[in-house]
C-alpha cells in the first residue's frame, strides 16, 4: 500500500498542497471581509447575503463551461493564469469607491476564473501521483481544503479587525500571487493534454464540451459514480438546519457551533479510514457508506439531545467519506484529456445538488419543523444511495475481467 512519506516525498505534489492551502484559507477569509465590506456600506442584510451567495453560484456554470480549458492548455499555465486572474481582480476589489454592482461583478468573474483552476489542479494531481498515491494524495487535498476552509473564517475576523475589509482583500490577492509561484516553480511544465487515443486533437469548445458531457452520462461506471456524489444533496440538509434544528432541542448558541462541526470532524476521521482499506473493499463499500451517510439523519424525528444528535451526525460524515476512493476513481477512469472537462461536471453536479438540497430544505422546514425535515431527508437519501449503489455495482461487475 502507498504510503503518506511516499506521497510527500514527491515535490510537484506538495507544491499542489501548499498552492492549495495558500489559496483556500485565503478565500475563506476574503469572505468574511467581503461580508464586512458590502455591510459597512450599506448596513443591509439582504445586500450582504446576497453578495456572499454569489461566492457559490458561479461554480454552478463555470464547471461544465470553463473546466475544459485545462483540457486544451497546458495545465500548470492554466493553474498559473487563473491564480494571477483572481489576484488582480480581488484587489480591484478593495478600490473603496467601486460601487456594489462593480464588486459584484468582480466576485461573479473572480469565482467563476477557479473552475478551470481547480480541474488543473485535480488532473496534475493524478499525473503526479500514480496508483495508490493518488487515493492518499487526494484524501490530503480533500482534508486539507476543509481545515483551511475552518482556519480561514477563524482567522479572518482578526484579520479584518487589524487590517480592515479592504486591505484584507489585498490580502486575499497576495494569497492568489502566492499560489501563483509555487505552481510555476514547483509543478513540472507539461505539454497540453488535449490529444485524443488515435492522435488528432481536441475539437472545438462546444463539441468538446459536449464530448466530456456524452462521455460521463453514456458511459454507466462514472454516470453511477456522480450518482452517488449527488445523494450529498440529502444529508448536507445538516448544515442549513443545524441552527433552527439546535433550537428546537433546546440547544444554545454554542450547541449550533457543536453541531456543525460534527459532520466535517466525521468526514476527516472516515476519510483516514477509508483511505487505508484496500481498494476492492473501498470500491465494494461506496453504496452502503452512501446509504449509511443519511441513516442519522432519520433518527432526527425524534429529537435527541445535543449529544446524541452530534455523534449521529458525526457517524453521517465518517459515511460520506465515500466521496474520497469515488471521485478518485471518476477521476483515474476518465481519459486524461477529457479528465479537466468530466471533473468540472461532477463537481457541478455535487455543488448543484449540495445547493438545492439546502435551499430546498430550508423552504420546507418552514412549515414542517427542521427535526421532520430532516427525518424526510434521511430516508430520501436512502432510497436514492440504494439505487444509485446498485447502479454502481453493476457497473463495476461489469467492467471486471471475466
Not at 506538495?14 to 475563506?28: C, K, P, T
Not at 511544465?189 to 481536441?202: H, S
Not at 451526525?313 to 479528465?339: C, E, K, Q
Request: charged residues 10%.
Amino acid at each position: 500500500m502507498a504510503t503518506y512519506r511516499q506521497v510527500f516525498g514527491r515535490p510537484e505534489f506538495r507544491a499542489l498542497f501548499a498552492s492549495m492551502v495558500v489559496s483556500v484559507a485565503g478565500d475563506q477569509f476574503a469572505r468574511v471581509a467581503l461580508s464586512l465590506l458590502v455591510f459597512d456600506r450599506t448596513r443591509s442584510a439582504g445586500w450582504t447575503a446576497g453578495v456572499y451567495a454569489l461566492t457559490y453560484v458561479p461554480s454552478i456554470f463555470a464547471g461544465p463551461l470553463l473546466s475544459g480549458l485545462a483540457d486544451r492548455w497546458p495545465r500548470r499555465r492554466v493553474m498559473v493564469a487563473a491564480d494571477l486572474l483572481r489576484a488582480g481582480l480581488v484587489t480591484v476589489m478593495a478600490i473603496p469607491a467601486l460601487p456594489l454592482p462593480a464588486v459584484a461583478a468582480l466576485l461573479v468573474v473572480v469565482q467563476a476564473a477557479g473552475a478551470p483552476g481547480n480541474a488543473a489542479r485535480a488532473a496534475t494531481a493524478a499525473a503526479v501521483l500514480p496508483g495508490e498515491e493518488f487515493l492518499l494524495g487526494k484524501g490530503v487535498l480533500d482534508t486539507v481544503v476543509q481545515l483551511a476552509q475552518v482556519a480561514g473564517f477563524a482567522t479572518g475576523g482578526t484579520l479584518v479587525a487589524f487590517l480592515g475589509p479592504g486591505q484584507a482583500l489585498v490580502a486575499d490577492g497576495v494569497t492568489f500571487v502566492v499560489s501563483a509561484v509555487v505552481v510555476r516553480f514547483g509543478i513540472r511544465a507539461r505539454p497540453a493534454p488535449g490529444v485524443v487515443g488515435d492522435g488528432t486533437r481536441l475539437g472545438r469548445w462546444w463539441a468538446d464540451l459536449r464530448a466530456g458531457t456524452v462521455l460521463v452520462v453514456r458511459t454507466p461506471r462514472l454516470r453511477s459514480l456522480v450518482g452517488l456524489a449527488c445523494v450529498a444533496g440529502f444529508y448536507v440538509t445538516v448544515e442549513g438546519l443545524a441552527a433552527p434544528y439546535a433550537e428546537s432541542i433546546g440547544g444554545s448558541a454554542q450547541a449550533v457551533g457543536v453541531l456543525l462541526a460534527a459532520s466535517p470532524a466525521g468526514t476527516v476521521l472516515g476519510m483516514l479510514i477509508v483511505s487505508r482499506l484496500p481498494s476492492p473493499v473501498r470500491m465494494r463499500l461506496l453504496g452502503p457508506l452512501a446509504v449509511a451517510a443519511s441513516v442519522p439523519l432519520v433518527v432526527c424525528a425524534i429529537q435527541p439531545g445535543l449529544v446524541v444528535t452530534a455523534v449521529l451526525w458525526g457517524l453521517s460524515g465518517m459515511a460520506s467519506a465515500y466521496h474520497l476512493p469515488a471521485s478518485a476513481a471518476f477521476t483515474l477512469a476518465v481519459p486524461d484529456h477529457r479528465r479537466a472537462q468530466a471533473y468540472g461536471l461532477a463537481a457541478t453536479a455535487l455543488t448543484t445538488s449540495q445547493g438545492a438540497g439546502i435551499a430546498l430544505a430550508g423552504l420546507a422546514a418552514t412549515a414542517a419543523g427542521p427535526s421532520t425535515v430532516l427525518a424526510v431527508a434521511g430516508v430520501l437519501g436512502v432510497l436514492t444511495a440504494i439505487a444509485a449503489g446498485a447502479a454502481w455495482n453493476r457497473a463495476r461487475r461489469a467492467a471486471e475481467p471475466g
